[in-house]
């Protein structure tokens, strides 16, 4: 079974983009330099940010539903303009090198599955769980920290 996974959209992050830091602070956000790599993955491009880069900390919403599972929780992006992850069958290198919690969730936002996954193999993980008539979609978190990674659906 083809799966997808997304990055997240950059247009709702850009108006912070060079905000000074009172201003990021007011809407709840801060900047940060990545100091190593791994350890700053940006979660529009799906890839980890190179050591001295720019990053924005924000709390995004990720489960925007009126279900017990609405959710957010804060995640990286980079403070630059960046091209959406968005391909087919392909698994980006910041998954790889984690343990993932791949949570699965029906049509009606309800999670119905959830596991935790060595980054290297979750393509078996992810077919079995989007091979399940129960399941529409995916949320993929970094495990050590609970953020939210991506979500992956069918093709």
Do not use: W
């Amino acid at each position: 079974m083809d799966f997808r996974i997304r990055g997240l959209d950059p247009a709702p992050f850009q108006h912070l983009f060079g905000l000074p830091d009172d201003a990021l602070a007011a809407q709840g956000a801060r900047r940060e330099r990545a100091d190593a790599k791994p350890g700053y993955p940006d979660r529009i491009a799906l890839t980890d940010a190179e050591p001295g880069e720019s990053l924005l900390l924000v709390n995004h919403v990720h489960q925007d539903t009126t279900t017990p599972y609405r959710s957010s929780h804060a995640i990286f992006v980079r403070e630059r303009p960046a091209q959406c992850y968005d391909r087919v069958n392909e698994i980006p290198e910041s998954l790889r090198t984690r343990i993932l919690s791949v949570r699965a969730f029906d049509g009606e936002d309800m999670m119905v599955e959830a596991d935790l996954v060595d980054g290297r193999v979750v393509e078996g993980l992810i077919a079995e769980y989007l091979g399940r008539e129960d399941v529409s979609y995916l949320d993929v978190h970094y495990a050590k920290r609970g953020c939210f990674a991506c979500r992956v659906t069918r093709e």
